[in-house]
């Protein structure tokens, strides 16, 4: 099993930053793929940004250049969010995928089994 909980969120005015953390616990040896996603009310869960055990990098392309997914050696996971705006305001979500997951894709909700709680963010115009 692993344990997710992020945190970080918050209310900013548009143009502002803020860095979300997600820690991680449990089998963390385990983890393949990592993800943030978010969700608006009313609209679908959409993946934000991906990273993979390599480093590797994959973005939503409303987030390209404003946002920077990051990891460190524990498997804690980082979103460093600039520029937002008020289309950013959601509530963001951690996610963890395993070795040995059925592949859906980098950015698919379906990809991960291990969530955590959210948080969030809310960027006033």
């Known amino acids: 099993q692993v344990q997710l909980v992020e945190s970080g969120g918050g209310s900013v005015q548009a143009g502002g930053s803020l860095r979300l953390s997600c820690a991680a616990s449990g089998y963390t040896s385990r983890i393949w793929h990592m993800a943030w996603f978010r969700q608006a009310p009313g609209k679908e869960r959409e993946g934000v940004a991906n990273?993979?055990?390599?480093?590797?990098t994959a973005y939503a392309d409303s987030v390209k250049s404003r946002f920077t997914i990051s990891q460190d050696n524990s498997k804690n996971l980082y979103l460093q969010m600039n520029v937002l705006k008020p289309e950013d305001s959601a509530i963001y979500y951690c996610?963890?995928?395993?070795?040995?997951?059925?592949?859906?894709?980098?950015?698919?909700?379906?990809?991960?089994?291990?969530w955590g709680q959210g948080t969030q963010v809310t960027v006033s115009s």
């Open positions: 996610a963890a995928s395993t070795y040995g997951s059925t592949w859906y894709g980098l950015l698919n909700s379906n990809q991960y089994g291990y």
């Open positions: 990273i993979d055990n390599f480093g590797g």
